[in-house]
Nanobody
């Protein structure tokens, strides 16, 4: 059974920071890419960042304006999303997703991903 698990969501004040983590298990290979998406009720799920497994290259959606950073931890099946300078409009459910293609650069497209976590709520409010 493939499992994708997010953690680190919660409540932050505007201008504050949160760090999200994602781990995946149950896959035949660890050569997978990971993406972060977010969704507001009534809107489409949108990609915000992703990272390749092999070379560590990454991509960001322009909407985050340099405020978020994606990286791999020493445990290479763990990816973090460091979120800083948070704004109320960042409030959403954040999802981690796994793309099992070994040699494809990561993409910020929902249909590129094979497995999804359950989501973690991020709320930015005073």
């Amino acid at each position: 059974q493939v499992q994708v698990v997010e953690s680190g969501g919660g409540l932050a004040q505007p201008g504050g920071s949160l760090r999200l983590s994602c781990t995946a298990s149950g896959l035949n290979s660890d050569e997978y890419n990971i993406g972060w998406f977010r969704q507001v009720p009534g809107r489409e799920r949108e990609g915000i960042s992703c990272i390749n497994h092999g070379d560590g290259r990454h991509d960001y959606d322009e909407s985050i304006q340099g405020r978020f950073t994606i990286s791999r931890e020493s445990a290479k099946n763990t990816v973090t999303l460091q979120m800083s300078s948070l704004k109320p409009e960042d409030t959403a459910v954040y999802y981690c997703a796994v793309d099992v293609a070994r040699f494809r650069a990561c993409e910020l497209r929902r249909d590129s991903y094979d497995y999804w976590g359950q989501g973690t709520q991020v709320t930015v409010s005073t």
